[in-house]
């Protein structure tokens, strides 16, 4: 493990003893990323190089955090064995490979009670951080030993790519066929919330009392209900500002979803496109009642401000971090144990995707309204929907989306 620099007793510097290599946090002024760091707390060059490239392809913080800790892992693994990352074999994948799914743990080591494997996403990750790792050094640095490694893992030649891609395009695509393979797990079809559940959540979070007004979060039930009328994913929903919110004066209410990204919380709109989505007045009232609060509690409105901010906790008018949801998410899960335990702000997402066909709403209509780049991704994740005719059953989908104006 690692030890940090701590202060002594008299007043100096312990030690500092780091056993392997790390991921490391990085904020340079407003921007946030991740940089490996060998045993002598050293930057790995040949890692940084690599991470940079996908800073100035503007790879989401997530990605770039994903990676550097795959990254971070391997160079342990190099350290552990001494040897020279230009000069690795398919064996040392292989290793690494094994590594992964049993944790860290040492292969040549036999328990008798073996440890819980990783996920089969964490190995994956990890292998294709270190492939896209190798790939780059082959094409942009000119590592010869690099290009050998990964055609031998790949199975294949780089002549047929006339420039350097996406690695997370050209890791399964194409004729390659990989040395080291990688078992998937079976994806079943994306979970989603019936209508009640929805309306349990919003519950907790606000809801009007006849005489009383709201009660509860208005500001949570604004955005439970903006997740469950437009489909945004959470990112989208905490980046959405008040001049992106254009209320309806004689028109339909909509929200503009726009390509942007905040590195202190770690938030960045996928895909970075740009869509209109139109919204049902009720919701657009609701925002309204919102606009009221913020008032009211002393928020300095303006058009640049993030429409979520803090309000209970935290610094006040600040925008809302993820982590504040995910925390009333688990004290929500205490109060309703019957819901699905594993339920997060993405299951929105999904359930509006499965509202909208059900209710026959044209595929291409549907595919814009979430962000989708091409139809392919919203028919191959949502293809059990059309062809399940039983959940038509499970609950009225044709008038909850009638209360959405989705079609608008």
Not at 196 to 203: A, E, L, N, R, S
Not at 207 to 227: I, P, Y
Not at 235 to 246: V, Y
Request: proline share 5%.
């Amino acid at each position: 493990m690692t030890s940090l620099t701590i202060p002594s007793p008299g007043g100096r510097l312990a030690s500092t003893v780091v056993a392997m290599a790390v991921r490391q946090r990085a904020v340079i002024g407003d921007e946030v990323t991740y940089v490996v760091l060998d045993r002598q707390w050293q930057v790995v060059e040949p890692v940084e190089a690599y991470l940079e490239y996908l800073r100035q392809e503007q790879y989401s913080l997530n990605t770039v955090r994903l990676y550097a800790q795959g990254l971070a892992s391997w160079w342990s693994m190099l350290e552990d064995g001494g040897l020279d990352w230009s000069r690795v074999k398919v064996d040392d994948l292989a290793r690494f490979k094994r590594r992964l799914r049993d944790r860290g743990i040492d292969s040549t080591v036999i328990t008798l009670r073996p440890e819980q494997t990783a996920a089969s996403s964490t190995v994956d990750v990890g292998l294709s951080s270190v492939l896209g790792f190798y790939r780059y050094h082959a094409i942009v640095t000119g590592v010869p030993a690099a290009r050998q490694f990964y055609e031998h893992v790949m199975g294949g030649t780089m002549e047929a790519r006339s420039r350097y891609a996406s690695f997370l395009g050209h890791l399964g695509g194409g004729q390659d066929r990989r040395v080291i393979g990688r078992r998937r797990e079976p994806k079943g079809p994306p979970p989603f919330l019936t209508p009640q559940q929805m309306k349990v959540i919003k519950d907790d979070a606000g809801r009007l009392e006849r005489g009383t007004g709201w009660c509860g979060d208005l500001r949570l039930r604004l955005f439970w209900t903006l997740l469950e009328e437009t489909g945004l994913r959470l990112a989208e929903a905490l980046l959405l500002r008040h001049r992106d919110w254009q209320p309806g004066t004689g028109t339909t209410a909509f929200v503009e979803v726009q390509p942007l990204e905040d590195g202190r919380r770690r938030l960045r709109a996928k895909n970075q496109q740009h869509r209109r989505v139109y919204i049902s007045d009720e919701l657009d009232d609701l925002y309204g009642e919102y606009l009221f609060l913020l008032v009211e509690l002393g928020v300095d409105v303006q058009d640049d401000l993030p429409v979520f901010v803090n309000l209970y906790r935290g610094e006040f008018g600040r925008p809302l971090r993820p982590e504040t949801i995910y925390d009333w998410i688990e004290g929500f899960k205490r109060r309703h144990p019957l819901l699905p335990s594993r339920w997060t702000p993405h299951w929105f997402r999904h359930t509006h995707a499965t509202a909208l066909l059900l209710a026959g709403v044209p595929e291409h209509v549907v595919q814009r309204r979430l962000g989708h780049r091409d139809i392919h991704t919203l028919m191959t994740t949502y293809a059990h929907v059309t062809e399940d005719a039983a959940m038509r059953a499970a609950a009225d989908w044709k008038a909850l989306v009638a209360r959405w104006g989705a079609t608008a």
